[in-house]
């Protein structure tokens, strides 16, 4: 346990002694969803039907950019095979990993996302729906994006196939993710939204880890 | 199952297959065409182009049941690490994916005169269009690696990611287009089958299945030729003495 | 020829319907065409390096182990 939880630390010094990850996706958030209202027009009705979608799609986004890297630079000075070797499970250093990056890339989204959820004049019943559902669904698509990091991983064209890989697997989160935010608006409550939400945590935190793991494993053989 | 590990086994087995599912799939094309083009009846509703049913169902179905084989190959391979099911599974995917497009590009041609748009973003069409790209991401993993073993297990566990993923899919967008559709919208979906429509139904749907069963073991067959490819070259390039040394019958 | 004509018009769909048909044709043709081309190719490969290996292991080349866990094979 303690090994994972070092793994925890070094993944979150790495990520803050290096900085532009980190800022990157966020930065891609907040600007891609500035981007929106002036291509698309300012009327607030329309912002505001198409806001949460919008935040969802950009929140999506922004972390598959980042979960490309959560193997990459282990794998290229050898750390990756050192922690396959090192006899600690490895759907374990698969989720301290995980859980390093959202952290670091998808907790300041959600935590952003009020803020830009006003700007693009979203209802206030929807907002705290949506926040909520970011900070269900972000950690999902963390999970997910880690099995298609760990397929890729020392990949042709990586980047490209892990997207062709993972944004299949989005789909659900996103559908249940954004409806949460329109069924609050709705005055239908998110809370079946929610659940979904969360079932689907559930579901991955076993089970994305242990994907991973098998694919990292055949990775360094 | 084992009894096939040895390649040249299943090398006999697919030479003796495959002129006769060759000749079905020749046989069935020619009967069902005809049924499907002359034989049968222009529908009610639909007149002509309820012709294109014919093409397009039995694609569908071809698509959904290749993917189905090539996870099932992928988890012999994974699981009892069967030599030649990882190639049976790259050797699926194609075929799969050209089911899948005529299934796509002939729903949007069926749909446009039928009921006027020629994509429609329900559950069906979404999940055919994602599986696409699941039979395109499998391909590209397996050629994404200089290692082929490596390209190999990856595929294997994307492939069965994928078949856990597919009805999960299915289900979000079946229930965002209740979220998002009113019941005013008509329900686009295969229309009641007259029995005179059954007919080349099933028998296009028989030409499909022999045609795939003959590509699938041509496509095996000529991977096995390439893994023999790869050795051999591996064996040429460190000379005679050590070419003799990385046959399995050297001890 | 009446027949032939109002064949070919499928009732005014003829674009829909016949191009439904075309496509499902070039694509099952492409497929077969694509999959003998590789096969010749690859055997034919496989027949000229096996031809030129140390004569007495001709025929043990399949490349193909009983499964080695590896899969280095």
Known sequence: MSGLVTILRRDLALASRRGSEASLALMFFVLGTVLFPLGIGPDPNMLARAGAGLLWVMALLASLLSIEKLFQADWEDGSLDLLVLSGLPLAGIVLAKTAAHWLVTSLPMAVASPLLALLLNVDAKGVAALSLALLLGTPTLSLIGAVGAALTVGARRGGVLLTLLVLPLYIPVLIFGAGAAESAVAAQGARAHLLVLAAFLLAALPLCPWAAGAALRQSVE | MHRFANPNRFLRLAAAIVPWSAAAAVLLFGVGLTYALVLSPPDYQQSETVRIMYVHVPAAWMAMGAYAFLALASAVAIVWRHPLADLAAKACAPIGAGFTAIALVTGALWGQPTWGTWWVWDARLTSVLILLFLYLGYMALWNAFDDQSRGARAAGILALVGVVNLPIIKFSVDWWNTLHQPASITRIGTPAIHPAMLTPLLLMAAAYVAFFVTLLLLRTRAEIAARRVRTLQIAHSRGPAAAAMHEPGYS | ?73
């Open chain 3, 1 to 73: 020829m009446d027949s032939l004509a109002s064949f070919l018009q499928m009732g005014g769909y003829a674009f829909y319907v016949w191009t439904s048909y075309a496509v499902t044709a070039a694509v099952l043709a492409g497929l077969l065409v694509a999959t003998l081309r590789t096969l010749r190719a690859a055997e034919r490969t496989a027949a000229i390096l096996e031809r030129d290996l140390p004569r007495r292991r001709r025929g043990r080349a399949d490349g193909i182990g009983t499964g080695t866990p590896t899969g280095r094979d």
